[in-house]
């Protein structure tokens, strides 16, 4: 069992910026891909950003690359998703997750622990 603790969303004007935190306890940190996904009101869940076990490998969504930055700090147990250039698009409740796999991936489904997320909202 993992258990994951989302942090650090808020209230940002469109350009801005907000880091989000994921401090995760329970079980080995490092032995888990972590994945971000995001939900919109009246929208379906969807993927973000994920992040393989040790940091090396990393996958992102189209609407976010080159603007978010994925990582991690295994002696934290901790992961993180940098948000630049933010959009009121980008507006969801972003929540981490993690996967007992090296790897992250793309599909919700595959995740097995959850936290209960953060609010951004980016004005326009």
């Known amino acids: 069992q993992v258990q994951m603790d989302e942090s650090g969303g808020g209230l940002v004007q469109a350009g801005g910026s907000l880091r989000l935190s994921c401090a995760a306890s329970?079980?080995?940190?490092?032995?888990?891909?972590m994945g971000w996904f995001r939900q919109a009101p009246g929208k379906e869940r969807e993927f973000v950003a994920a992040?393989?076990?040790?940091?090396?490998?990393?996958l992102y969504a189209d609407s976010v690359k080159g603007r978010f930055t994925i990582s991690r700090d295994n002696a934290k147990n901790t992961g993180y998703l940098q948000m630049n250039s933010l959009k009121p698009d980008d507006t969801a409740i972003y929540c981490c997750a993690a996967i007992l796999r090296l790897y992250g991936s793309r599909r919700s489904d595959d995740y097995a622990y959850w936290g209960q997320g953060t609010q951004v909202t980016v004005s326009s």
């Open positions: 992040i393989s076990w040790n940091g090396g490998s990393t």
């Open positions: 329970g079980r080995t940190f490092g032995n888990y891909a």
